[in-house]
Nanobody, 125 residues
Framework: QVQLVESGGGLVQPGGSLRLSCAAS????????MGWFRQAPGKEREFVAA????????DYADSVKGRFTVSRDNAANSANLQMNSLNPGDTAVYYC??????????????????WGQGTQVTVSS
């Protein structure tokens, strides 16, 4: 069982930056691939980024590649999403999610086992 809690959301102007954090419970955090997803009003939940359990590989949606960076600190049981050059299209509730096992990084939210409650990111002037 893993419990995930996101933090770091807020209101930011276009071109600004935010850093989201995901704190995880449990002693096997490094065995989970971690994903970040977002959901805007009226839209489906979409993949943003993912990182392997050991941090050895990452994956990004085309819409955020070059602007967002996913990382993790297994000693601290945390995963992070650094978001730069934000634009209004990035406005959404952001979720972190965990998938058990040394599998390839997934983009399908249904493959993930545990989810946080989400944190709101609003990009507006």
């Amino acid at each position: 069982q893993v419990q995930l809690v996101e933090s770091g959301g807020g209101l930011v102007q276009p071109g600004g930056s935010l850093r989201l954090s995901c704190a995880a419970s449990g002693r096997t955090f490094s065995r989970y691939n971690m994903g970040w997803f977002r959901q805007a009003p009226g839209k489906e939940r979409e993949f943003v980024a993912a990182i392997a359990g050991g941090g050895e590989s990452t994956d990004y949606a085309d819409s955020v590649k070059g602007r967002f960076t996913v990382s993790r600190d297994n000693a601290a049981n945390s995963a992070n999403l650094q978001m730069n050059s934000l634009n209004p299209g990035d406005t959404a509730v952001y979720y972190c999610a965990a998938e058990w096992g040394p599998y390839i990084l997934r983009r399908d939210p249904h493959e993930y086992d545990y989810w946080g409650q989400g944190t709101q990111v609003t990009v507006s002037s």
